[in-house]
């Protein structure tokens, strides 16, 4: 049963309804061939989309992903390419960063970006995300770095990830194409996202965020803070015959508004072949309001 796709926005790009986030390909210890086997699973079952930001693995998962690709280059244009930059890390491959800080100046930005493309041995990237909000963002700077890759065909689409609807629209505002995404949080963990205005900005632009840390960076699962989720989680599976939590989580998730596009964080193909079964799954009205009532502790107001 393979995985629907989705217009991320009216103007697309079409993604994969869930993506499979590569933060943690480092720790998943593959060799290149291991890996390209892993990325041919799960393209059979319909997750063509992966995340990835330039940071990860100690900027080392997009070349990690790279040399995977090399093995068989024709796989590239079966997968939509996103990643992420705007994040400076303290590095042996980069030592000028004295201190973990944000840089969204048009040149980090466009160089960042000619980076990802040479790790990945492609010719674009099909979104770049900015990857946090910087406290020194110059929106005018920002779009100038975007419009110069757009122009140049290295990048199709844009987005950002972790921004507040005012960021958003303020970035949104010096540009005259549509920025396609919003990435963040999104969880029973976390439910800011949810209240904020994030995810109803998304309904109004008609663009649909992508998740990251559904399952609380695995913290759902070993936390005692949790039991009582991880109880009601286990009721409403039996309910819905679900197999996992894991797929309740993610069908809570997806039943929102705004069509959150889930972010996997798994390199076990199984876990993944579990997570595609939840787009299946339907949760009731009541049911959804029970996972986040036993998440928060209390009823609505």
């Not at 290295?154 to 549509?178: A, C, I, M, W």
Request: aromatic share 8%; proline share 5%; hydrophobic share 40%.
């Amino acid at each position: 049963m393979a995985v629907s796709r989705i217009l991320v926005s009216p103007q697309g790009p079409q993604f994969s309804r869930l993506v499979l986030g590569y933060w943690r390909l480092k720790e998943w210890r593959m060799s290149p061939r291991e890996l390209l086997r892993f990325i041919e699973q799960h393209l059979e079952l319909g997750i063509t989309t992966v995340d990835h930001a330039d940071i990860y693995g100690d900027y080392g998962c997009e070349v990690a992903f790279g040399e995977a690709l090399k093995l068989r280059p024709g796989l590239r244009e079966q997968l939509q390419l996103v990643t992420k930059c705007g994040i400076a890390l303290p590095s042996s491959a980069h030592p000028g960063h004295q201190l973990p800080h944000y840089n969204s100046e048009k040149t980090h930005i466009i160089t960042s970006a000619e980076q990802s493309l040479r790790h990945f041995g492609t010719d674009h990237l099909d979104l770049l995300l900015i990857h946090r909000p910087d406290c020194l963002m110059n929106a005018d700077d920002m779009a100038r770095a975007f419009n110069s890759l757009r122009k140049s065909g290295k990048v199709r689409h844009f987005g950002v990830s972790n921004f507040t609807p005012s960021q958003f629209e303020l970035l949104q505002s010096r540009l005259d194409y549509p920025l396609v995404t919003n990435q963040v949080e999104i969880s029973p963990l976390y439910q800011n996202t949810l209240t904020d205005g994030t995810l109803d900005q998304c309904q109004l632009r008609h663009l649909k965020p992508m998740a990251w840390s559904c399952l609380g960076g695995g913290r759902l699962f070993k936390e005692p803070a949790f039991q009582a989720l991880r109880d009601e989680l286990a009721q409403i599976a039996l309910e819905v015959d679900a197999a996992t939590i894991e797929q309740v989580v993610f069908a809570w998730v997806m039943m929102l508004p705004s069509q959150p596009m889930p972010i996997i964080g798994s390199g076990k193909i199984e876990r993944v072949r579990q997570a595609v079964q939840a787009e299946h799954i339907q949760l009731s009205r009541q049911q959804w309001y029970r996972i986040r009532r036993a998440a928060l502790g209390r009823d609505v107001d």
